[in-house]
């Protein structure tokens, strides 16, 4: 009885210990950032008509699968000033490499994300700060959309983290814009309600 409990103990001290350090946290800008690692910044934005589903962008490392950058609206402070929006910007201090825009959802939909023909990969280098896009999507069409607003995002991120006064922002829209990403509750089945 004593060695099952001793066993149960050590998985779960090795368990805690393998998750620890997985997922990215969102880097607050209180400390200057690690020259040997990259700052990644955007926007997250969801737009409803009764309340906020919980819009949820997942990205991960490429070929590290547990090195991920979970964005989310639900859960951080609320930069959308519309009362039938939720968002906010967001900054990541994440190690160099590349990364992939994998997968999205509601926290309180169902949805799957539909397959996409070609993975949604970007790279950033260390010591870079690097924008990725503003990232949204509505409960009417289920379908998320990454877009350059570079020129109006990038001055009220700086006005967010005074730590990046100063600093070159990378534009990497180019590399993560994408089609509208419509999921299995888009009710055409991605077949153009993601185009209007």
Known sequence: MAWTSIKAIVATVALCSLLAGCTTGRFDGSRAPDPGKALIVG??????LTQPHGLMVHIRKVAERYTTVPLATLGAEDDEPSPNRLGNLFMYEVPAGSYEIYQWNYRFYRG???????????????????????FSANALTFCLYNVNNADTTVPALKHKYPVLEGRIVENLSAQTAFEPWPDSDARDNGRGLCKF
């Open 112 to 134: 799957e994300t539909q397959p996409r023909p070609n993975p949604i990969i970007f790279k950033v280098k260390a010591g870079e700060t690097a924008y990725i896009g503003d």
């Open 43 to 48: 926007s997250i934005t969801e737009g409803y």
